[in-house]
């Protein structure tokens, strides 16, 4: 970064714990700077980037620091913050929070980025308070506006206006004065699809008696609404059944993002969308029909009757092994599904969702995110 963090007064006595440089299997890695702390103030932390790599966020400007670094929490919802808005050519933005997206939304026509913001923050307004706020264009002045009529921990983008800057700058804000503004690298360099080049982009997760586990990223095998595929498939008792229900173009769309979305929810993860924004996202349940109705839950207590999810669609990151997912879903009024096949009663859960009126598509591939 181009600005060192300043450090707390817990981590000021820790300094220097970590070394300057790092090799992982052969890897060598150079300290950006200690962070604040880790997860929680009393662990201490260090950021690490790749020698010899023009990485996207280990090399993020910072145009604006808070009245103390980055955590390594922040770090990560800036991370999977840009994993969500990396998928799109469109303007999109996500807020993160707790390493969970509470509201994600793209532009739809007749949007500005500030609607766009607006849509992704509303999804869940309560958790979005202290969020970190990604976007995947250059941050207009209408829009640092709007962000700093609440607080947010930070806002990351490829780029930002030099009004944007000073409205985010102003000496006088009271609710945001501390927010962060992070400018970082090209999206586009971060892969996103199954084929992309994923050299040096292997993730690394830590056991605890301290053995390494080391997995491709996940990346997805759904490029755009032509390769969404109406589900099918086969049992003893039901023959060859197929998904008869329709979805509209704005509707697949919908499910398009859906689905680049729930890549960085942490499962079990289901994601309702309508109109280019998330509308609820179910999290972290442990088991499938839970999270989707945690996510139905969060909507009637946050819209109270104001919003309603009729015609909405849904994102499932792993298949429905009953279908009790798909009918809770149908209930509140999703009318289009798309989830991976897998389970013993696919064939069953088709059926059931054409008897409720519910298109349903299968994904070529598990999303599981356990971060």
Known sequence: MTEKLNRNTYLSKHVGDFPEKADILGREFVKVDDL???????????FYKPVGRDCVIGDMQVLKNGKSGLSQTNLEDISFSLNIVKFFDIPACACMKHVNPCGAACAVPGDTLKDVYIKARDCDARAAFGSVIAFNVKVDADTAREIMTTFVECVVAPDFEPEAVAIFSDPEAKLNKHVRILKCGDLKKLPKYVGDDISGYQTFKVLADGCLVIADPLMTNIHSVADLKPAEADSKTLGHVVSTVKATPAQL??????????????????????????????????????????????????????????????????????????????????????APSGSLKDADVIQRANELGVALFHAPERVFSHH
């Open 253 to 338: 769309q919908d499910i398009l993002m859906a689905w680049y979305v729930n890549i960085s929810v942490r499962s079990n993860g289901v994601v309702i969308v309508k109109n280019g924004g998330t509308l609820c996202v179910g999290t972290g349940e442990q088991d499938r029909v839970g999270a989707v109705e945690q996510a139905i839950v969060k909507f009637n207590d946050k819209y109270g009757g104001k919003e309603t999810i009729k015609d909405a669609v849904m994102a499932s990151d792993g298949f429905f092994p009953f279908p009790d997912g798909v009918e809770v879903a149908a209930k509140a009024g999703v009318t289009a599904i798309i």
């Open 36 to 46: 604040r702390y880790g997860t929680n103030p009393h662990q201490t932390a260090a």
